[in-house]
C-alpha cells in the first residue's frame, strides 16, 4: 500500500511540474476573462467608427436618422455612465428592481424643462443617479439636452468625493458624413439616378478613393429616392403599373460589410417608426394614444411547480442554472481528456524506457496502477479545483451593469448543488476512462501506437459534446434518456441533465451504472495492464488479447 | 527472515509463448554470496529466466524459490533489479530517482536520500546529484540506473546486461561495484554475452542456448569441458608425438612446417607433456600452452548456434 502512494506521490509532482499542467492552470481562467472581455474592448475599442452617407432624395428622413443616430449615442453615453457609477460605487442596490413607473415617480415636476447649463440641485442629482439605467427613455431623453450630461457630472463628481476619474464619454461608433460637394462632379443628387449615385461612391466604398482621410474605407451609402413616400409596403400600399423590382425599391443600403448589421438595422428600424408615425396622422390617428395602448401589456411569468412554493417563479438565475451544466460538461470533458491523456503519456513512456520493469520488481501490478491513477487524480483535482476557482473568481470580478450573468452565474453555482454533483460525475467519469487509458497505455510501446488508439477514442469521446445542447433543451427526452444509459456517456450526459432534476430512480441507476463500470474498467484495465506491460513491438491482436484476458496466468 | 543456502532455485522451470519456447526446463541453484554469471547468445532465453526469478513474469510450469520464498514478491525489497534496456524518469533529478526506487524498496524517506548522495559521491557522479537525468550521458545513467537498483542494500542483486553501452573505464567501474556488493555479503546474478567480464568475477556460470542449459558450474568446471590445446614447433617426427600418452591427436599447423597442434585427452597435464617430449628426443623450438578461455568454451558448446543466434 506504501507504494501506491510512493508511485502516486511521484505520478503527481512530475506531472504538476510539466509546463503543459501550468500552462492549463493559467490559460482556463486567462480565457475564461478574454472571453468575456474581449468582445467588450472590440466593442468599444477595435471596431472603427462607421462613417456612411446618406442621400435622401425625398429630403424627409435626413432628421429623423439623424435623431436616431444621437439617441443610438446617448444609449451608450448611459451604459458607460451606468459602469462608471457602478465601479464607483455610487450605486444602490435597489435600482435593478425598480420600474420605469417608479422611476417616473420620482422625478420631480418640470424637470425636464430645466436649463441642465445653469447646472443641477444635489436632489435633482439624486434622481437622475437613480435614474441611470441604460434601458430608461427618460434619462435618454433628458441627456440628449445641450449640456444636460455636464451638469449631471459635476454632482456626481461632488459626490465621489475627492478627486474622482474623470467620466470619458464613449466614442460615436456611428457618424453621417456629407460627400464633398466636388466629388458629385456635374451630378445633382438630389435628382440623379440610383444608379449614379451608386457610381459615384462606389469606389469610396470599395477604398479606390477616399475622401474622409480616415483609415477605412467609407462603411455604408443609404439612398432614400425621391419617391419613396410612394413606395411603401403594406395593406392599402399597392404599386400598380410599377416598373421597379422589390430590390430597386425603397431605401438602399450599400456596403461591403453586410455583417456588421448595426447601421442597417437603425436606419431601418428609424425610418419605419417614423412611416408609423406618419401613417397614424393620415388615417387621423392620435399616436400618443396608440403608443399607450402599446405599451399596455399584461404580465407574464414562468413558474416551475418543482419549485417550493412562493418561489416558482423562473427568473434569469433560473435559467442560467438550466445551462450551467453545458459549461461543466464542458469542463468536465477538457479535464479528462487532458487527465487520462497524461496517463496514457505516462504509461508508454515507462514501457518503451522500461522503467516498468524496475517497478515491477518493487511492487505488484495492482500498486502501480492504482498508484498511477490516484498520482493522476489527484493532477486532475488540482486542476479543477483551480479552474472552479479561478472561474468563481473571474465571475466575481467581472460581475457588473455590463456583464449581467456573470453575477447571476456566480450565485447559481455556489447555490444550485451543481458542484458536489460536477466533483461526483467527474470523479465517476475519471475512473472509467482512466481504467480504459491504462490499459491502452500498457498495450502500447511508444507513442506514435498510442496515438492511433486515441484517434479512436476521441470520436467516442466526442458524443457528449455533440449531445450537451440537445440534451440541456429536452433533459428528460429520448435522446438524453438513451445516452444516459450508454456507461461510457453516462458521467456527461447526466451532469448535463443535472439542473432539470431527473428522476430519483435514474440518480440512483445511473450511480450503480457508473459504479459497476468504473470497476470493470479498472477491472478490465488491470488485467490487459499485466499482460501489456512487459509486451514489446506490436499491440496483441484483439482475439489474442481477449484470449489472455481469460486464461488465469 | 527466512533462512537459506541458495539465494535462487529453479526446478524445471519452462516458460513458454503459444508454440514458442522461450526457456526449457532449467534447473538451478545460486549459492548464497556467490556471483553467478548468466552467459548465452542473444535471444537464449537469460531475459526471460531472470524475470521468471523477479516474478515478472510467471514461469509455464516449474517451481521456483529466491531468498527462501516462492515468490520474488514476497521478498521484493531485499532484492535489486537492473533490466536490460535501460530507461529512467529523464525529467527527475538524478538523487531523486535513485530515493525513489530506494523508497518503493522499504527505505524511509530521509535515508533514501542520504543513500542517493552518498551512492553518487561514492561512484563519482556528485556533481550530477542535483541535475536532471537528462543531462547525463549514456554511461553516466546506467551508472544511476546500477545505483538505483542497489541503494537500498539488497542482499541479492540482478543485472541484465550490466556492461552494454559502457566504455571500457566505466565496464571496470561496473565490476568494482559488483566485486564490492560481492565483498558485502550480495549474492549476485548477471547476464552478459560478453565471456571476458564472466570469466573475471564470477564463482558460477550458467550458459544457456536456443532456450535450453547447457553447462551449469564454475569456471574451471567450464573449462575443463574443451580438450586442451598445445603449439609445439619444431617437430620433425610427429608419429612419435601422437604416440606420446595424453595426446588424443596431432594436426599441422598451417603455413608452418614441423609445427603442430596437439589436442590432449582429458585430464592430460600439458607439463607432463613437455617431459615426455624431452625423454623420448622430440627436439621442439617452441612450446605453447594456453589456458582455454571462457571464450573457447562458449563457441565449442554453443558453436554454430550462437552465430546463427548473434546475427538473428
Known amino acids: ?553 | 527472515m527466512m533462512d537459506y543456502t541458495n539465494a535462487v532455485e529453479l526446478h524445471d522451470i519452462t516458460k513458454r509463448y503459444g508454440d514458442f519456447t522461450a526457456v526449457r526446463d532449467i534447473n538451478l541453484a545460486v549459492p548464497r554470496g556467490s556471483i553467478y554469471g548468466f552467459l548465452g547468445p542473444n535471444g537464449a532465453g537469460k531475459t526471460t529466466t531472470l524475470r521468471m526469478i523477479l516474478d515478472i513474469i510467471k514461469p509455464t510450469s516449474g517451481s521456483l524459490s529466491v531468498l527462501g520464498a516462492s515468490s520474488a514478491m514476497e521478498v521484493r525489497q531485499r532484492i535489486g533489479y537492473l533490466p536490460e534496456e535501460k530507461g529512467l524518469y529523464k525529467k527527475m533529478k538524478t538523487w531523486a530517482v535513485i530515493a525513489y526506487f530506494a523508497r518503493l524498496k522499504g527505505v524511509g524517506a530521509r535515508e533514501a536520500k542520504n543513500r542517493a548522495y552518498e551512492l553518487l559521491e561514492r561512484y563519482g557522479l556528485k556533481e550530477f546529484s542535483d541535475k536532471k537525468v537528462e543531462t547525463l550521458s549514456k554511461g553516466m545513467g546506467q551508472k544511476v540506473q546500477v545505483l538505483a537498483s542497489i541503494a537500498h542494500q539488497p542482499e541479492f542483486v540482478i543485472l541484465d546486461e550490466p556492461f552494454s553501452g559502457l566504455d571500457p573505464s566505466n565496464q571496470q567501474v561496473m565490476e568494482e561495484v559488483i566485486s564490492d556488493l560481492n565483498k558485502g555479503g550480495t549474492t549476485i546474478v548477471f547476464s552478459t554475452h560478453v565471456m571476458s567480464h564472466a570469466e573475471r568475477i564470477c564463482d558460477r556460470i550458467l550458459l544457456i542456448a536456443k532456450a535450453e542449459m547447457v553447462f551449469d558450474g564454475t569456471i574451471p568446471q567450464a573449462k575443463a569441458l574443451i580438450p586442451k590445446m598445445v603449439n609445439l614447433s619444431g617437430v620433425h617426427d610427429p608419429a612419435t608425438l601422437r604416440s606420446l600418452p595424453g595426446v588424443a591427436s596431432t594436426e599441422a599447423a598451417a603455413g608452418l612446417p614441423g609445427s603442430y597442434d596437439v589436442c590432449m585427452t582429458e585430464n592430460a597435464d600439458p607439463q607432463q607433456l613437455l617431459r615426455d617430449c624431452f625423454r623420448n628426443d622430440i627436439e621442439l623450438t617452441a612450446f605453447n600452452y594456453h589456458e582455454p578461455t571462457l571464450h573457447d568454451v562458449f563457441l565449442h558448446l554453443v558453436g554454430e548456434d550462437a552465430k546463427v543466434a548473434s546475427f538473428r
Open chain 1, 1 to 553: 500500500m506504501n507504494n501506491t502512494f510512493h508511485i502516486a506521490g511521484r505520478e503527481y509532482s512530475e506531472n504538476a511540474r510539466t509546463k503543459g499542467f501550468w500552462i492549463n492552470l493559467i490559460m482556463f481562467p486567462l480565457i475564461l476573462f478574454a472571453s468575456i472581455k474581449v468582445p467588450q474592448l472590440l466593442e468599444e475599442k477595435a471596431k472603427p467608427t462607421r462613417h456612411f452617407v446618406l442621400v435622401d432624395q425625398s429630403g424627409e428622413f435626413e432628421s429623423v436618422v439623424d435623431q436616431a443616430l444621437e439617441r443610438e449615442y446617448q444609449r451608450s453615453v448611459v451604459k458607460k455612465l451606468l459602469e462608471y457609477i457602478q465601479v464607483n460605487h455610487l450605486g444602490n442596490d435597489e435600482q435593478e428592481s425598480r420600474s420605469t413607473a417608479e422611476m417616473l415617480e420620482q422625478i420631480p415636476a418640470g424637470f425636464m424643462e430645466m436649463d441642465f447649463a445653469a447646472g443641477l440641485s444635489g436632489d435633482m442629482a439624486d434622481s437622475m443617479i437613480a435614474m441611470v439605467d441604460k434601458e430608461n427613455p427618460l434619462l435618454l431623453d433628458m441627456l440628449a439636452k445641450p449640456g444636460a450630461l455636464d451638469a449631471f457630472l459635476d454632482v456626481l463628481y461632488q459626490q465621489l468625493g475627492a478627486d474622482p476619474p474623470l467620466f470619458e464619454a464613449p466614442r460615436r461608433m456611428l457618424e453621417r458624413s456629407s460627400m464633398p460637394q466636388d466629388a458629385w462632379g456635374d451630378l445633382d443628387p438630389t435628382t440623379a439616378s440610383t444608379a449614379e449615385i451608386v457610381a459615384v461612391i462606389k469606389p469610396y466604398l470599395l477604398d479606390e478613393k477616399n475622401f474622409l482621410d480616415f483609415k477605412d474605407p467609407l462603411f455604408a451609402l443609404v439612398i432614400v429616392p425621391q419617391d419613396a413616400l410612394q413606395q411603401l409596403k403594406g395593406p392599402g400600399k399597392k404599386n400598380d403599373g410599377d416598373p421597379l423590382t422589390a430590390h430597386e425599391r425603397g431605401v438602399q443600403f450599400w456596403s461591403t460589410n453586410l455583417t456588421d448589421n448595426d447601421l442597417a438595422k437603425l436606419v431601418e428600424r428609424a425610418i419605419n417608426d417614423d412611416i408609423q408615425q406618419r401613417e397614424f396622422g393620415a388615417r387621423n390617428l392620435d399616436s400618443a394614444a396608440i403608443k399607450a395602448a402599446q405599451n399596455t401589456k399584461m404580465q407574464f411569468a414562468s413558474f416551475d411547480p418543482k419549485k417550493a412554493a412562493g418561489e416558482e417563479v423562473v427568473s434569469l438565475a433560473d435559467t442560467i442554472r438550466k445551462f450551467a451544466p453545458i459549461g461543466f460538461v464542458y469542463l468536465m470533458w477538457v479535464a479528462i481528456f487532458t487527465v487520462v491523456n497524461m496517463l496514457l503519456n505516462n504509461m508508454v513512456e515507462e514501457k518503451s524506457n522500461r522503467i516498468i520493469e524496475v517497478l515491477l520488481s518493487s511492487a505488484t501490478p495492482w500498486e502501480i496502477m492504482s498508484g498511477k491513477l490516484i498520482g493522476i487524480a489527484g493532477v486532475g483535482l488540482t486542476m479543477m479545483t483551480v479552474w472552479i476557482f479561478s472561474l468563481l473568481g473571474v465571475l466575481k470580478f467581472m460581475a457588473g451593469p455590463s456583464v449581467e450573468w456573470a453575477g447571476v452565474l456566480f450565485e447559481v453555482i455556489q447555490s444550485s448543488g451543481l458542484l458536489p454533483l460536477f466533483a461526483f460525475y467527474f470523479f465517476c467519469g475519471y475512473m472509467i476512462y482512466s481504467g480504459l487509458f491504462l490499459a491502452i497505455g500498457s498495450l502500447c510501446t511508444t507513442v506514435k501506437e498510442a496515438q492511433n488508439f486515441m484517434g479512436t477514442a476521441t470520436v467516442i469521446l466526442m458524443v457528449p459534446l455533440f449531445t450537451m445542447v440537445f440534451v440541456t433543451m429536452d433533459p428528460h427526452g429520448s435522446l438524453a434518456t438513451f445516452l444516459t444509459w450508454v456507461p461510457l456517456y453516462t458521467p456527461f450526459v447526466m451532469m448535463n441533465r443535472a439542473a432539470a432534476d431527473p428522476p430519483t430512480s435514474v440518480m440512483i441507476g445511473s450511480g450503480i451504472l457508473m459504479g459497476v463500470t468504473a470497476i470493470f474498467s479498472l477491472w478490465l484495465s488491470s488485467r490487459i495492464f499485466r499482460i501489456g506491460v512487459l509486451r514489446i513491438g506490436q499491440p496483441p491482436k484483439i482475439l489474442e488479447l481477449l484470449k489472455s484476458l481469460l486464461s488465469q496466468r
